[in-house]
């Protein structure tokens, strides 16, 4: 099994930043990446970017891609999201999750954090 705990959301102007967090626990060795995915109300939860563990590639989505930047700090096991240039379409909670494979597809993402909420006010 895999914990997997966000934290850094909030409540931030538009064009402003956040950077949220993703410590990792338990049997990481058994995960090749960490994906962030975000689910606004009424919305399907969507896929914002992903990490691969073992030489760091990272693919984002369309929406968020030259604004938010993926990060990883193997010592603690941690990835961050760095969110810049934010917008009120942001809004969300945050999720993260780590999976078997470096993907864009939820389905590939086996452990799941609780979410972090997001909030982009104009």
């Known amino acids: 099994q895999v914990q997997l705990v966000e934290s850094g959301g909030g409540l931030v102007q538009a064009g402003g930043s956040l950077r949220l967090s993703c410590a990792a626990s338990g049997r990481t060795d058994s995960t090749a990446a960490r994906g962030w995915f975000r689910q606004a109300p009424g919305k399907e939860r969507e896929f914002v970017g992903a990490?691969?563990?073992?030489?760091?590639?990272?693919v984002y989505a369309d929406s968020v891609k030259g604004r938010f930047t993926i990060s990883r700090d193997n010592g603690k096991n941690t990835v961050y999201l760095q969110m810049n240039s934010l917008k009120p379409e942001d809004t969300a909670v945050y999720y993260c999750?780590?999976?078997?494979?470096?993907?864009?597809?939820?389905?590939?993402?086996?452990?799941w954090g609780q979410g972090t909420q997001v909030t982009v006010s104009l």
């Open positions: 990490i691969r563990w073992s030489g760091g590639s990272r």
């Open positions: 999750a780590a999976g078997l494979f470096f993907s864009k597809s939820r389905a590939e993402y086996a452990y």
